[in-house]
């Protein structure tokens, strides 16, 4: 569950956008589900009139009432809201378990009020699923107690943190955000970035950006070889340099190439995801000299060499086998050995790889088990350089190959031998995700589960999809695979392959 904390001056206005249409025509059927009072009481009634379709005076008044009473007392920003969200795979809740949530949740940020102070008044609101696909309610609360005493809140975003915690342990929900234990954190899209996805049909560029970064990352030997690999995969890629020096890089931005005379929409690498800063990055060769910006610049794009269909086949069945082999090998390694922070890492870096072979275009369970996968991997904002690890240089090796074969194409021989790589990539997923539960890194391990169940289907019906130049899903749905143009493998043929 996702919390999300914002501040306002106008109970009527933010009762006016939930009961409105919303932004992207996804506000459907609002209505209460928990509230400071009887919620038939509370509720706004529907009626036409002089255009409006609910009555949200009285509402609105009986929410402010206590800011009215608190006067020159009062907050300033005294409309808290909150949206508690739940990942797209978590599902939809009925109404009657969202009271309960919002009335758990309300209590322990202490707005309930206790023997010693009144409480707060407050509504829980629920209109359809968001933009994204995300089932949602929305808190409301006014700052000011029954009696008119003002309530100022200190470190409230984090305890909405904690309390989101505690209602995932309460209610059975599934832990999704490593960011909440520490991790580096992973920015969020932004409205204008999904509604533009929408119009175009296209995964956001903020999302490709970061799928193409990482897989540039899988096996690079050093930052150099990195930024070519960047440059090779068509990216546009800027250097920002210290102000004191201007030849020294301390971080950088990424964009893909417009089309026709369109300006490019530029990333800096902490923006696509906190493990893809520089100075995260940097960790991975912690005893090299970072290249300087003249070296950044004439870095060469990594043109990778075309290899015939034989070839690259020949170079997927020694990925598999390799593969094979080191998932056997993870099963002998314990959860406390400190090669796993570096396995964790290049095992995100390396399904990025596979998903760039077998989704181009960003779309697809492959992706998005790689997208889960990176968050399950995510080191501690202030971990140091991981520990090396000679499985975790294999895993590079295999990253390294994956490249030079390049996207797949179609044919039923290829999409066969395609499948055994992610058959084995699927259970190094599987691996990396009950090591995060034994080490009780619960909110690792459910992103690590999470991008093994992207993966299950594939493998249960026998099937890998190569991707075809066809219209993509609207932005923020799960794309059925019954949808897209794919290429489908009998099992036998698996079979055969893996033999």
């Keep these: 569950m996702i919390p999300k904390v914002t501040y306002g001056a106008r109970v009527r206005g933010l009762l006016e956008y939930l009961w409105g249409p919303g932004k992207a025509e996804e506000h459907v059927n609002p209505h209460l589900v928990a509230g400071y009072d009887d919620v038939a009481l509370l509720a706004p009634e529907r009626h036409e009139r002089d255009g409006e379709r609910w009555s ?25 809201q909150c949206s508690l969200s739940l990942p797209a795979q978590e ?19 202490g707005f309930t009020g206790d023997a010693e102070r009144a409480g707060c008044r407050w509504v829980a609101v629920r209109h359809g699923l968001s933009a994204k696909g995300n089932d949602h309610v929305h808190l409301v609360v006014t700052l000011a107690t029954e009696d008119g005493a003002p309530v100022w809140l200190r470190q409230d975003k984090r305890r909405s943190q904690q309390v989101a915690d505690l209602i995932e342990d309460e209610f059975g929900l599934g832990k999704w955000t490593p960011g909440r234990a520490g991790v580096t954190r992973r920015p969020e899209l932004t409205r204008p970035e999904v509604d533009r996805a929408r119009r175009s049909g296209q995964a956001p ?3 490709l950006l970061r799928r193409q970064v990482r897989a540039a990352l899988a096996g690079a030997s050093s930052e150099s070889e990195r930024v070519a690999r960047m440059k090779g995969a068509g990216l546009l890629v800027g250097a920002r340099t210290a102000a004191t020096d201007r030849d020294q890089v301390v971080g950088y931005a990424v964009a893909l190439r417009p089309a026709g005379a369109g300006a490019p ?14 100075t995260q990055v940097r960790k991975r060769w912690p005893d090299a000299q970072p290249p300087s910006a003249g070296q950044w610049k004439a870095a060469d794009s990594a043109e990778s060499p075309t290899l015939r269909g034989e070839d690259r086949m020949a170079v997927w069945r020694s990925s598999t086998a390799a593969l094979e082999a080191i998932s056997a090998r993870l099963a002998a390694v314990a959860p406390g050995s400190p090669q796993w922070p570096a396995v ?4 995100a870096d390396l399904l990025a790889r596979v998903a760039a ?16 996968l990176a968050r399950a991997a995510a080191p501690p904002r202030h971990a140091s350089a991981p520990a090396a690890s000679t499985l ?19 044919g039923g021989e290829a999409a066969a031998v395609l499948l055994a790589v992610v058959v084995q990539a699927a259970r190094v997923v599987v691996a990396l995700a009950e090591l995060r539960a034994a080490e009780q890194q619960a909110h690792a391990a459910g992103a690590a589960a999470r991008a093994a169940a992207h993966l299950m289907p594939l493998l249960a019906q026998g099937s890998v999809h190569v991707e075809r130049d066809v219209p993509g899903p609207r932005v923020g749905q799960e794309e059925p695979d019954a949808t897209r143009a794919r290429v489908r493998v009998d099992p036998a043929v698996d079979q055969q392959t893996q033999r």
């Design 91 to 109: 599902g939809q809740l009925d109404d009657a378990t969202w009271g309960r949530i919002a009335a758990r949740f309300v209590a322990e940020m």
């Design 344 to 347: 964790a890492r290049a095992s």
């Design 56 to 80: 949200l005076d009285e509402l609105a008044a009986r929410l402010e009432a206590p800011q009215i009473a608190a006067g020159e007392r009062g907050v300033a920003q005294y409309v808290w």
């Design 205 to 207: 560029d903020r999302e």
């Design 392 to 410: 975790a240089a294999e895993l590079g090796r295999v990253a390294d190959a994956l490249m030079v074969t390049g996207p797949a194409r179609d």
């Design 265 to 278: 929409r530029w990333f800096a690498g902490r923006s696509l995801d906190g493990d893809l800063s520089l």
């Design 357 to 372: 072979a077998t989704e181009p275009s960003g779309r697809g369970p492959v992706t998005r088990a790689a997208d889960a």
